[in-house]
């Protein structure tokens, strides 16, 4: 009977041995993607256009040759200059940047110079200290692997019934990571910062409430942002590598403007999220009040200089 015993404790040991591996060696598919540290410089930028005397004359906004004019500000890994005193908890602050201003102040020319759209008359825009400028933006999205800026000004269109939720995201990852399970991977770690649940990632995007259309958009542009550090992706047999990545630059222009606060308090839930998890965010908006509670910065801009950086 104690021999008997034995052999059974024997063997429940190695089967317990056996499932503590199995669990060890398991790495969930959003924990395979691994968030690097990333930083936003925005260097003296300024911005002019050609006024001409009909603009002037009949513009509804007043009209003027510097859009910008030395704009200097950084964002990412770094700390909030008012909280200095508070380490552990701002180290991860200074990600999430509220952009406010009258209409005409520069906010939306700032956005198109730092997603790339336009190339500033002076000044640069550094990416972990590598300039946009005179680098094409493919050269600093595919060669050097940095997140390329989305800018989102409208809500997705939520009225494909032909792909899920998940399929959906899955097919806005970047073109250039053609790695079915690194697609997969990036997809659900978004989702899951973005508290998309599993039963709206397997429905279809028209059943989405409306925070979670929008909840649905940013994740599309977090993966469409985002670019591997290395060559290769995850291969088949090698379910547990960690691949790095760069988190996303993601630039609002009055994306929840025209929404209720309780909409906007639930976007913002889901953007501070990312900016946790080292996301850069720059929400150009007339409702600041909306994301206060969310945002650690906010920069306002008046005649297209920097007034106040609080």
Same mark, same amino acid.
């Given at each position: ?42 260097? #003296? ?23 910008? /004019? ?96 998940? /399929? ?44 979670? /259309? ?17 060559? /290769? ?70 005649? #297209? ?6």
């Amino acid at each position: 009977m104690l021999y008997t015993m034995n052999i059974i404790g024997t063997r429940i040991l190695r089967v317990s041995f056996l499932i503590h591996s199995v669990q060890s060696y398991y790495v969930p598919a959003d924990q395979r993607i691994k968030l690097l540290p990333l930083t936003l410089k925005c260097n #003296g930028i300024t911005q002019s256009y050609p006024v001409t005397l009909t603009s002037q004359l009949f513009s509804s906004v007043p009209k003027r040759q510097y859009a910008l /004019q030395d704009i200097n500000f950084s964002l990412g890994k770094s700390y909030h200059p008012h909280h200095d005193d508070d380490e552990e908890k701002t180290r991860m602050r200074n990600h999430f940047c509220l952009l406010v201003g009258r209409s005409a102040s520069g906010k939306s020319s700032l956005l198109r110079i730092i997603s790339g759209q336009e190339k500033p008359a002076s000044g640069s825009v550094l990416l972990n200290d590598i300039s946009l400028y005179p680098l094409s933006k493919d050269v600093v999205g595919d060669s050097l692997k940095l997140p390329t800026p989305i800018i989102i000004d409208s809500k997705p269109d939520c009225f494909d019934d032909k792909h899920t939720v998940l /399929q959906r995201i899955k097919n806005s990852v970047n073109e250039s990571i053609d790695d079915a399970q690194v697609r997969h991977c990036l997809a659900l770690k978004f989702s899951k910062i973005l508290n998309l649940s599993e039963t709206q990632l397997a429905g279809y995007s028209s059943s989405l409430s409306p925070s979670g /259309q929008y909840l649905f958009g940013l994740a599309c542009a977090s993966v469409a942002s985002c670019h591997l550090t290395i060559a /290769q992706g995850l291969e088949s047999s090698s379910n547990n590598e960690v691949v790095n990545v760069y988190p996303p630059i993601i630039l609002l222009d009055e994306l929840l403007d025209r929404e209720t606060s309780i909409v906007a308090g639930k976007v913002g839930e889901g953007l501070a999220n990312l900016a946790e998890n080292g996301a850069i965010i720059i929400c150009a908006t007339h409702r600041h009040q909306y994301l206060l509670d969310y945002a650690d910065r906010m920069l306002t801009l008046s005649g #297209g200089t920097l007034l106040k950086d609080e």
